[in-house]
């Protein structure tokens, strides 16, 4: 009697199959698990720098805006202090036509004072808004690239 080599029965060979394809499942979702862990822990990370990002920000504004309100403050104390000089002035006129130069003087320096005084004030404002605005352009070209490595 010839013995027939050992053959697998059809039902051990469909529960191997279903053990390798569980087995592979479960490797996908550990793979899955973990991919989404790192994503989660770089948002995270991203998050907590945004808010450092704003809080720095916000320390830059405040700071900033006192410094601007301190030269608004020198600013206008000045015209004060030259507009009594120039209603001392004034006032000390003999005649008309030295009023009328001195009107003339007084307006013009007064304009020029105001012009200057206003041109800097606009650039200590623009220059407030550029550092203000720095975490946020920093945070925001971190955020593209965090993206860009979440998508591969």
Known sequence: MSVAPETKKPTESRASSAHHTT????????????????SMK???????????????????????????????????????????????AFAASKSLKERLELEADIANRVAST??????????ACIDLTKKVSAPFHERSIAAAELMSNMAI
């Open 23 to 38: 087995a592979a499942a479960a490797e996908a979702q550990v793979h899955a698990a973990e991919r989404v862990m790192k």
């Open 42 to 88: 770089q948002v995270i990370m991203f998050n907590q720098s945004l808010i450092e990002a704003y809080t720095l920000s916000a320390q830059t504004f405040f700071t900033g805006s006192q410094e601007i309100l301190r030269q608004i403050a020198k600013a206008n104390e000045a015209a004060f202090s030259e507009g009594l000089s120039n209603i001392r």
């Open 114 to 123: 105001t012009v200057a005084e206003c041109s800097k004030i606009s650039q």
